[in-house]
């Protein structure tokens, strides 16, 4: 755990409110609110002042004089301001709540619609928990920011100075006293700013890792209990939550620090001027309802300061915060559509063709996964791909969708390169079933139009029975519309890899790419499923990987993979003449079966 402490302090950028204005963009469309809103703090500031003088008058005339009629009068002004300073305060609280409300919903909409467009490398390198800290937990405290400390802090920025304002006008003398406090205070804000800071943005990342292993390890949940990892788990977890909280009690500690400060210096400031004030009064050189006045603006200015002490602690926590999400923004996705797309040929036939790829993971600059890797596939041919675990069957897809682009080399769909292509236009094109099945939360409908949402009933039930998915969701307590749990927790492994072939059905793809889609199924589904596949592959482009030799003999083109190259394509009964690794491989796997 220190390891990890000294991480998040290593690279500390220098940051400022500078970091708040990319943030600050989302209000805009608000303009006309804000600047409502600003004239509500305003009016508010100005009127709690007004008060003051109020207070002078009573004191120098009604009661002095006892006039109580005039001092009569004086209460009633002082009733009419405090009905204005709720209104207004009304007004205010409003506007800047629901600026704020609108304000951080758009960015987490933009930050939600930037993620989905993020090619997988960058999931690679960062967790769904970080991603989830940024845009909830993150937000939140830019919320807080937007409708709570900003509006706070201008109210008390304003008080502050006319504060000011009015104790030099009451007075000169006696503010002098109190303008010897403000470098001092000055001085103190900016040494334990940093602090505090420094400390909130280790805060926000501590969160959002132990945000990252909860997500990681309540994913797996089976995996721990089977393996009684809780309490490995839970010591895991305890060190995560003593860490954030490590961080979270220096910050609170810094604060502490300043607000205790700040006060003592202010008020003793005040003492001094009360003590002086009153040798004044005594003199004759200022009255007593100005010496009120003064201590009454006094009080104002001191508790406009300690409670901007505390919203700027804020502001500070709202930095990191803005930080790591404009961070998120910032992030460049390493596919994207062309400037200019260009149209695929009507009809659409599905062909593709491999020309010499060159492919590097990111994360993997060492080996290639791909290797002057060549091939044709005709409109309405079968293709399998067939070798070892890792020889790259599965990047052939990842490319095909374009979730990275080829590091050398070009990749053709009806004869255009795909980073010619938008990815809207290419995918929509495709059909894919991957090895290990997704099944979202809903029911059996909501999944299955996931291909398609604009199918209907009747498509998807048409979809389902190919599939053969209708033999099992018949017999659910509400069919179609039973929910399914999170992640398809009451659905069987063949079950949900049935729902993944109807969605793919469903969404009648000129290519379809079926990453071992019968691998899950028992030998007796399998077979029903593959003659269902086979009627769906019928004029359709169809690249399929198997491990499972027995659902490809009859491909148009088996195309061998070996470390990333191509070391033989045919068809079966050729290859296995050939004597060379699909003949080895299918010798195995058939006189194991």
Known sequence: MENEKRKFFSGERNKSAKSLWPIMKFLSPYKKDVFLSFLAITFSAIVVLLLGIVFKDIVDTSITTKNMALFHKSLAMILGIVVLLAVSSYIRYYLVS????????????????????????????????EVLSRITTDTTLLQTLLSTSIPIALRNIMIVLFSAGMLFLTSPKLTSLIAIIVPIILVFIFIFGRRVRKFSRATQDSIAKMNSYVEETLSAVRTVQAFNHESIDESQFQGYQKMSLEFGLKRIQARA???????????????????????????????AGELSSFVYYSVFLAGGVNSFIEVFSDIQRAIGASDRVRDLLATK??????????????PIMGGVIFDQVHFRYPTLTENSALIDFSFVVQP????????????????????????????????????????????????????????????????????IRYGRPSASDEEIHAAADIALVTEFVDKLPNGFNTPLGEKGIAL???????????????????????????????????????????????????????????????????????????????KHDDLMKEQGLYSKLATLQFSND
């Open 98 to 129: 629901w600026i704020g409300e609108r304000v951080v919903s758009d960015i987490r909409k933009v930050l939600f619609q930037h993620v989905l467009g993020l090619s997988p490398a960058y999931f690679e390198t960062t967790s769904t928990g």
């Open 257 to 287: 620090m300043l607000s205790t400060i700040v006060i003592f210096l202010i008020f003793a400031a005040i003492t001094v001027v009360l003590w002086i004030g009153g040798d004044q009064v005594a003199k004759g050189e200022i009255s």
């Open 333 to 346: 996705t390493i596919t994207k559509d062309p400037r200019v797309p260009q149209p695929l040929p009507e």
């Open 380 to 447: 309405g041919q079968k293709i399998a791909l067939v070798g070892p675990s890792g020889c790259g069957k599965t990047t052939v897809f990842q490319l095909l969708l374009r979730f990275y682009d080829p590091t050398h080399g070009s990749i053709r769909f009806d004869g255009v390169d795909l980073k010619d292509l938008s990815l809207h236009d290419l995918r929509r094109c495709i059909g894919f079933v991957p090895q290990e099945p997704v099944i979202f939360t809903g029911n059996t409908y909501d999944n």
């Open 492 to 570: 069987s492994g063949g079950q949900k890899q049935r729902i993944a072939i109807a969605r793919a059905i469903l969404r009648n793809p000129a290519l379809l790419l079926l990453d071992e889609a019968t691998s899950a199924l028992d030998v007796q589904s399998e077979r029903l499923v593959q003659k269902a596949l086979n009627r769906v592959m019928v004029g359709r482009t169809t690249i399929m990987i198997a491990h499972r030799l027995s659902t490809i003999l009859k491909a148009d083109m088996i195309v061998v993979i070996d470390q990333g190259k191509i070391v033989a394509v045919g």
